[in-house]
Structures are given as structure tokens and as C-alpha cells.
């Protein structure tokens, strides 16, 4: 008895109960991660309650304010009060109802999450009332109510998220990040429901207005008129699943990477899997390094998706993945069928020998350079380098031209796997020999003389390389070469895309592109990376933000890196090779300076020797 009694002084109960307030901070975090997480779910509750015009305002990317206004079916006084509990929720009464969602929201968490970490004011009046009612509320508490005139519908409005959570706060991005997921949120809103008007507000300053209209307009809308002649409709019914929805023409894929959207009972997810079904049914129709454009909505009875999602994942899964699968496989493929659309003629696709492109996955491994001592820079006018590389024998059965060596298209070449290596010694390099003059063979090659045969260059492919170290050296040291323009030319945007320009501006600065924000999207171009003329500019830059949005959404391979890549691939294609002579052998002076010169930064072959013993066989 008596040590019982001691143990119970020396250790209490320790469990108890959290204060809503805290509990409510907690399950917050799981909804509302930055100001994106609450415009949509704003947004969403505007739709669910069935307005057919709503409009977001927000200020400092929403850090200081997120307001949605709707003329959706407002609030009673209580239930305005009730909204801001946790699970409580009009839109289902038990478990049934799970299986038959037809709203967006449906779990009760939303308001009670985002009272949590703000503060907010709700003004909401039913058509049938004649008065409305306004609520503020704080970390949880309703700190006022009363009646008050407002207009049918609901207003309301969060100020200083994470206002009582300043780790939170800290852990947000730059306004322009933000901002971006906000867009990305909206957008993907406006596409379910071209029904509805949306008009968005940044800072009072309009960014979208979006009317009424059918999808195609809703698309063109947000996306600009471009995609007016590019999209083709994709249309599929079956007993298992209805797709519909548009797919962009395979020959912008090229240009600009595109949009990519899949919607499910009218709710944006992401599906890799069904992603992966898009990308092969236009596999042979775009360069492997190009994406496809779709916005694809799926129509599929309820209980045959996992509808138990978490409320922020998006990742959604069907009952019949593969069958799903297959069908939409069958729809793109069918719809490119039919709008005749086929397989152009690739130069890259036609070419089987290609050097295995960089993964990500892949270890880095160090160059391994090997130095010959016996080399003399004085021995040769040439001001680059030398450095004795190592790559693999051809074998016997192999009479097709191969990479020197596997190389790492970043960073240079990798130790190769073989052990029959040779050297390439110092006169393999083409630029060592000056007496020697390349020349050009058609419009995309240069042929030039090295110990062990002929040397052939893809011109393309050189410049890359080339244009790529220099635009990485920029990027690196913050001087980057501009040449100032003689007239300035003014560009216009989306608002998606200037978010993102002013996100890169200083990386764009370093590579040249002098730019000037001009309010309302607009930018003043006052220079140039040297060599861009200016009707190609726009392009160039679609082109890096296209990437750039790509990137982040995906792989987090290095900005810069990716940078360099976008502009050398995009530069050298516009490059005009008047080719004389002197030029040919400075071309490749040049390459033979760069890291691996044998290697595009996207991993193709710069350079293929035919050799003296294949020249021989073919007599
Ligand atoms: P959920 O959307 O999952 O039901 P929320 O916390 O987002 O949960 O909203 C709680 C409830 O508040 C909703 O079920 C709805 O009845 C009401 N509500 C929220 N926003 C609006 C709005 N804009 N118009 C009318 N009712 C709303
Ligand atoms: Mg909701």
C-alpha cells in the first residue's frame, strides 16, 4: 500500500486533452500548408455552393489577404457560426454519403483550419433573408457577431495567415512562389467550371477575368490565344469511365513543354500512372525531350474511385487503374487517328546510337582526367587545355559510328566500363592541328581530319555545347554579356508567366536578357543575351519559362544548370552558321575548350569519328 501510494505522487496522470485552439493549430497544418492550400479551399466551398460568379482578391500573394466573393447560396446566422467548427459540413450526414460525393469539399475541415491560423471576417446573407451576418473570428474564437446589409451570397475574407504561428509564417516563399501556387490553384479550379465567371485580383491590380464561355474558351482564356489552333477534342464513352477534353497538337509539344491537366469528377488530380499512357501515345509524334499539352477530364462512377483522400493530396486512384489506362490510351490515339496527325520525320529518333541521357538517378561520378606529362603548352599554338581522355574500343561486329566514350552530358565524361581502351592522344583533338582546316558537309555537319580518320561534327549540337559552359559560367559569376537594344521592345505576359520572370529575373539578367517591369504583366526589354535577335526573343523566353515551370514542378535537378541548358538549346538552334573557313576551325576551338566536348548538354553525340580501317573496308 504504501509504496503504491509514493509511486502515485512521484509519476500523475499525464494525459490530457489540448485546447481546441491548439488542436485546431495542429490539424490546420494539415490542410492549409500556405496561402494556396486556403484559396482553394475558398474557392471550392464558392463552387460547392453553387455561385455561378466568383471572384478572389489577394494581397502580398496572400499573406496579408485572401478574400473569395461568391453569389452562391449564402449562410443562415447559425450556420455561418456552425461553418467554423470542425467536421462540420452540410455537405454529407453519414457514411452512405461517402460513396456519393458530389461536392468538392465534404469534410468540415477547411474553415475550422484556416479560423485556426488567421483572421476572419464572413459576411453571408441567404436570397430569402432580408438581413445578412457578419462574423469575425480569431485563433479559433468568435470575437464578433452581428446583422448586417450585404449583398446575397458570401464574402469572406482571411487576413495575416499564420498571423499566431510565426514558424509558419517564416516557412513561406517569396511572394512570386506563392503567388505561382495560387495561379496553379486557380487555374485549376477555372478549368473544372467554364460555367462559372472567375476574376482574380492581385494586389487590386486585375490578373484574370474569365467569363462564361465553354471549355475550349475557358482553356483559351487562361492560357492565351495560342492555344486557340492547338488543341484537338478527345472523346471517349464507355460503361467504365467517360473521357473527355482536349489534347494540344503534337507539334507545339515541340515549342513550349505545355500544360498538363487530368480532372476526375470534376476535381484536378495527379495520376503518374495515367500520365504515362498520355506519354506513350504520343511517344513517336514529339521529341523524346518535349511534353505534351492536355486538360483530360474523367467521368467515373464514385465507388469506383478511392474517394478517402487526404484533403491536400490530389493523388487520386481508380478501382481499374489499367483499365482506365488503356482506354485513355485507345482515346489519344484514336483522336490523333483521326485528325490525322502522324509521325514526322525525327533526325534524332532515326539515330539508335545514342549516348544514354543523364538521369538523375544516376551517381554522379567524378571525371577521371588523366594528364599527360609529357604535354607542352608551348608546343602548340592552341590556348585550351589538353587533357588525355579515355573512351571505349569499337567492336570488331560494330561497323556504325559510335560516342568516343559515355560521358556524363553535364559535366563530362565518366570512367568507361570497358577495359580495352584506348587513348585519344593530343592530335585526335581536331583544333590541335591548325594547319588542318575543317569544313562543312550539307547544313548540319562539319568534317575535319584527326590520326585515326575523319572527324564529323553536328554543328547543332557543337554550338550547344559551346553556348551551354558559357551561359553556366554567367549564371555562376553574375556577369552575364548583354547587348543593349536600340529600341526597346515592350513584352507582354500572363499573369502566370510574369510571376515566374520575376522569379528568375537576376538569373535572367546574368544571361543577358536586361529586363524592366512595365506594371500589368508587361516587361521593357532594354538588352539582350548577344546574338538573339528580337523576334526571337519572346520566344527564347517562353521557351525558359515553359522549362522553368516544367522543372519545378518536377525534378529538383539545379536551376541553373537547367537554365544554361534551356538558353544553349534554344540560342544555338537560331544560330546562323555562315561558315567560313576561319570560322569552321574556331567552331571548333571552341568545342574542344569546353568540358566534354564529344557530348550536347542533352546527351546526344556532338562528335563520331569514322575511322581509317572503316574507310578501308569500303574498298
Ligand atoms: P466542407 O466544404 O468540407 O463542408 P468547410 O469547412 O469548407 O467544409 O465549410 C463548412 C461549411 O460551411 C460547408 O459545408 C458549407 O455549408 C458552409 N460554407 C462554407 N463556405 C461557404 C460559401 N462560400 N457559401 C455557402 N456556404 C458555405
Ligand atoms: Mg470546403
Not at 482571411?158 to 499566431?164: A, D
Not at 583533338?429 to 591548325?434: A, E, I, K, R, Y
Request: proline share 5%; hydrophobic share 40%; aromatic share 8%.
Amino acid at each position: 500500500m504504501v509504496t503504491l501510494k509514493v509511486e502515485e505522487e512521484i509519476m500523475p496522470d499525464i494525459i490530457h486533452l489540448l485546447p481546441d485552439s491548439v488542436a485546431n493549430q495542429i490539424a490546420a497544418g494539415e490542410v492549409i500548408q500556405r496561402p494556396a492550400s486556403a484559396v482553394k479551399e475558398l474557392l471550392e466551398n464558392a463552387v460547392d455552393a453553387g455561385a455561378d460568379d466568383i471572384k478572389l482578391v489577394i494581397k502580398n500573394a496572400g499573406k496579408t489577404l485572401i478574400q473569395v466573393i461568391d453569389n452562391g447560396c449564402g449562410m443562415s446566422e447559425t450556420d455561418a457560426r456552425m461553418s467554423f467548427e470542425r467536421h462540420a459540413t452540410s455537405k454529407i450526414k453519414d457514411a452512405a454519403d461517402l460513396f456519393a460525393i458530389h461536392t468538392l469539399g465534404f469534410r468540415g475541415e477547411a474553415l475550422a483550419s484556416i479560423a485556426a491560423i488567421a483572421q476572419v471576417e464572413l459576411k453571408t446573407r441567404r436570397i430569402e433573408d432580408e438581413t445578412g451576418t457578419c462574423i469575425q473570428v480569431e485563433s479559433t474564437k468568435v470575437t464578433n457577431q452581428e446583422v448586417c446589409a450585404c449583398t446575397a451570397g458570401t464574402s469572406i475574407a482571411i487576413k495575416n495567415l499564420f498571423y499566431n504561428i510565426p514558424a509558419r509564417r517564416k516557412f513561406l516563399k517569396s511572394d512570386t512562389t506563392e503567388l505561382r501556387h495560387i495561379i496553379d490553384e486557380f487555374q485549376r479550379v477555372a478549368l473544372v467550371r467554364p460555367e462559372i465567371r472567375f476574376s482574380f485580383f492581385n494586389d487590386t491590380r486585375p490578373l484574370y477575368d474569365l467569363p462564361v464561355s465553354n471549355l475550349k474558351q475557358r482553356i483559351v482564356s487562361l492560357f492565351g490565344s495560342t492555344y486557340n489552333n492547338r488543341l484537338i477534342p478527345l472523346e471517349l464513352q464507355s460503361d467504365i469511365v467517360n473521357i473527355s477534353g482536349f489534347i494540344g497538337k503534337p507539334e507545339f509539344a515541340r515549342k513550349t513543354r505545355g500544360e498538363q491537366f487530368f480532372f476526375a469528377n470534376g476535381r484536378y488530380i495527379r495520376h503518374a500512372y495515367l500520365n504515362h499512357a498520355v506519354d506513350a501515345a504520343f511517344k513517336e509524334l514529339i521529341p523524346n525531350d518535349a511534353f505534351p499539352t492536355y486538360f483530360i477530364y474523367f467521368s467515373i462512377n464514385p465507388d469506383e474511385i478511392d474517394i478517402n483522400i487526404h484533403p491536400t493530396k490530389t493523388e487520386i486512384n481508380f478501382q481499374n487503374n489499367q483499365v482506365v489506362y488503356a482506354m485513355l490510351s485507345s482515346a489519344i490515339k484514336q483522336t490523333l487517328g483521326k485528325f490525322n496527325i502522324t509521325p514526322t520525320l525525327d533526325f534524332d529518333a532515326e539515330q539508335s546510337h545514342e549516348i544514354p541521357v543523364f538521369s538523375k538517378d544516376q551517381p554522379v561520378i567524378k571525371p577521371e582526367i588523366k594528364v599527360n606529362p609529357g604535354y607542352n603548352p608551348f608546343e602548340s599554338s592552341d590556348r585550351f587545355q589538353k587533357e588525355q581522355l579515355n573512351f571505349k574500343t569499337r567492336s570488331e561486329s560494330d561497323k556504325s559510328w559510335e560516342p568516343l566514350y559515355q560521358t556524363d552530358p553535364l559535366s563530362g565524361p565518366r570512367p568507361p566500363e570497358s577495359n580495352q581502351q584506348r587513348t585519344m592522344d593530343q592530335s585526335e583533338d581536331p583544333s590541335d592541328d591548325q594547319s588542318d582546316i575543317g569544313f562543312t558537309l550539307g547544313k548540319n555537319f562539319i568534317v575535319t581530319k584527326v590520326k585515326s580518320g575523319l572527324m564529323v561534327i553536328h554543328m547543332q549540337r557543337a554550338m550547344e555545347r559551346i553556348l551551354f559552359e558559357e551561359f553556366l559560367a554567367s549564371l555562376k559569376s553574375g556577369k552575364g554579356i548583354s547587348q543593349q537594344t536600340l529600341f526597346p521592345v515592350t513584352l507582354q505576359f500572363t499573369p502566370q508567366e510574369t510571376a515566374i520572370i520575376k522569379e528568375l529575373q537576376t538569373d535572367l539578367r546574368y544571361l543577358g536578357f536586361d529586363m524592366e517591369d512595365f506594371g500589368e504583366n508587361s516587361f521593357i526589354l532594354n538588352g539582350t543575351p548577344s546574338g538573339l535577335n528580337n523576334n526571337d526573343m519572346k520566344d527564347v523566353l517562353d521557351n525558359i519559362i515553359e522549362n522553368y515551370k516544367q522543372q519545378s514542378a518536377g525534378a529538383a535537378v539545379q536551376k541553373t544548370v537547367n537554365l544554361a541548358k534551356t538558353m544553349a538549346v534554344n540560342m544555338a538552334g537560331r544560330h546562323a552558321y555562315r561558315m567560313e573557313p576561319e570560322e569552321v576551325n574556331a567552331l571548333i576551338d571552341r568545342l574542344f575548350a569546353t568540358k566534354a566536348p564529344e557530348i550536347s548538354p542533352d546527351g546526344k553525340a556532338v562528335v563520331r569519328i569514322i575511322g581509317l580501317n572503316e574507310i578501308e573496308d569500303k574498298f
